[in-house]
Each structure stands twice: as structure tokens, then as C-alpha cells.
């Protein structure tokens, strides 16, 4: 055994500078490849595609090269043909993470959901840090990162919030039954169309939503900014906005009124004084 390990340190040699010239190969070659997609308009996540496949062809070419090198009866056919044998113990031990490869893969192929995009799935919200092959890295909006695996988001509806420069966004403002409800309407819809950051060629809609408990209920729909920062911005906007204005034109924006119901005479007395 001795004399056959020392006569293989020949061969164990050469294949770990075959390794090594591997790495290189593949740094240098992953260059290439950004410089080349760098001067085109592909989207990041098929960028990182291709440097994850230029990167794997290159390293699985050396490592069978090196195997061939350190076992002489080693040849590419006997590789697969143990494939062939063990593909379902393998297909069963690693479903899943074959399963999380196949959906990143697809993920960065498609057009939709790029990284910076704002997205929801499965109670999870975000922007799209990073994609790679197992899993995305969805960055919190109070700064947490969470590391979801490609499946989820390939098998599950994902919502993507900023697909568009813009989105619609609502509030509902309630006003006194004893208010006239177009001379309400016509205030609430002047006072938001005044905002900066609304795009008023889309308009505003105000709409008599619901009879509520204390008030009538308006729906106000306006269109701004796709991203969480301008929905809470416009929002505060529209809101301080829809106060000043009914509050300088006496509509009432009532409390909720609690209504006593006594079944019998209710006596009323009078308080003693000492």
C-alpha cells in the first residue's frame, strides 16, 4: 500500500495543479463573461446565471481531469454509468436542493421579479437583494434579511409591488351623515389633487363607499410611486391634506356616537351640595 501511494504522488500532484489552474481558469473566465454581458442591457439575475453556468462547465471539465489523471481506469463513461446507477438514490437524498436549482434557474431566466423589485410571497416581504441558484435574499423593510428557497417563490404567487413606476394607492375618509355628500366629495377630491408627488393625469376617485357606524365613508384612490417609501409619504400627504380641508370647510369627521337605550323611565335627580 505504501509502495502504491508513494507511486501515485506523481499523479495526486499534477491533479491538485490541474485543480488549482481550474480556480484560476474559472475567476479569469467569469471576468470575461461580465465584461462581455456588462456592455449589454441583460437583466442582473441572468448575469448571475451565466457566471453560475460558465463557472460549473469550467470546474466540472477540471475536476474530470483531475480524476482521470489520479485514477488511470477512470474514464467520463464509467462516470456516468455510475450516475446511472445511483440517480435515484441521489434524486431522492438531494430532492430538494435539486428542486431549488431547477427553480433558480427558471427564476433567472424570466423577466419578472429583478433584483431591486419589492415583492410578497407566503407572508414574506422585501427587496430582491440577490439570486442565486438555492435560494434569494430578500432584504426587509426594517432591515432584516431573509434567505428563501427558490421553490417557494417558483410554486407560490409572488407579488411584485414595484413592477411599475407607479400603483395605486387608497384611503378611506368618513364624514357626518349630516354633511352633503357631493359638496364632501367635491373638497376631499380638490384637496388631493393639490399634492406633489399624485399624478393627476390618472385623477383621483372619490368614491361613497359604506354606510358606517357614525359616518358615510368615502374610498379616495390616487396614483403615485410604486415603492413603500412614496405609499407612506403620499399617504401621510393626503391624509393631513383631507383634515385641513373639511376642518376649513365645517364637515365634521365624527368620533364614533354611542347611542343608550334605557327600557324604563330613567329618574334624574338633582346633586346636594354641603
Known sequence: MAEGFAASLPSI??????IIITAIVARFAVRIADAMTGKSS??????????????LAIWLVGLMIALII????????SLIAGLGIGAVAIGFAFQDIFENFLAGVLIMLREKMR?????????????????????????KLSGEVT??????????????????TQRRHDIVAGVSYDTDLDHAASVIRSAVEKIDGIDSEKGVDVFASE?????????VRWWAGSKPRDMWVTRDAVIRSIKRALDDAGIEIPFPYVTHTFKGPVPIGTCKQD
Open 115 to 139: 433584483i431591486g423589485d419589492v415583492i410578497e410571497c407566503e407572508g414574506i416581504s422585501g427587496k430582491v437583494e440577490h439570486i442565486t441558484l438555492r435560494e434569494t435574499h430578500i432584504r
Open 13 to 18: 500532484a499534477i491533479a491538485i495543479v490541474v
Open 211 to 219: 354606510f358606517n357606524s357614525s359616518s358615510v365613508d368615502f374610498t
Open 147 to 164: 434567505l428563501v428557497p427558490n421553490s417557494i417563490l417558483f410554486k407560490n404567487p409572488v407579488q411584485i409591488l414595484t413592477d411599475q
Open 42 to 55: 441583460i437583466r442582473p439575475s441572468l448575469k448571475n446565471l451565466i457566471d453560475t453556468l460558465v463557472k
Open 70 to 77: 489520479m485514477l488511470p481506469g477512470f474514464t467520463p463513461a
